[in-house]
């Protein structure tokens, strides 16, 4: 049964930088788009990040030009660089794989992005001073 786990979450300063992970086991996520959400206390679910199986990016305005996704096909691994953070990006923060639910293949589409096949636990990310 596939799985995804996510990791690289943690306590970092405004400013500052972090590269979130999240690693497929039991599928491959060659086939997959790939969407990262993050939610905050009290708020809704946001989507954050896309990347589609041929590589195309889309971003949250709230984080365009300072987070990146990537992937690597060949270690089954997604990433999310996340650098000049700011407080209001605290949340937990989670990826999941899917194809028609998780679109990334024109601008805005990020935030169409509904639920994935597939999902983790999610790790928690905190911008604090």
């Known amino acids: 049964q596939g799985q995804l786990v996510e990791s690289g979450g943690g306590l970092v300063q405004p400013g500052g930088s972090l590269r979130l992970s999240c690693a497929a086991s039991?599928?491959?996520?060659?086939?997959?788009?790939i969407g990262w959400f993050r939610q905050a206390p009290g708020k809704a679910r946001e989507g954050v990040s896309c990347i589609s199986t041929n590589s195309n990016t889309d971003y949250a305005d709230s984080v365009k030009g300072r987070f990146t996704i990537s992937r690597d096909n060949a270690k089954n691994t997604v990433y999310l660089q996340m650098n000049s953070l700011k407080p209001e990006d605290t949340a937990v923060y989670y990826c999941?794989?899917?194809?028609?639910?998780?679109?990334?293949?024109?601008?805005?589409?990020?935030?169409?992005?509904?639920?994935?096949?597939?999902w983790g636990q999610g790790t928690q990310v905190t911008v604090s001073s």
């Open positions: 039991g599928f491959t996520l060659d086939y997959y788009n």
């Open positions: 999941e794989a899917g194809g028609l639910s998780l679109p990334c293949h024109w601008p805005g589409s990020v935030a169409t992005m509904t639920k994935g096949e597939y």
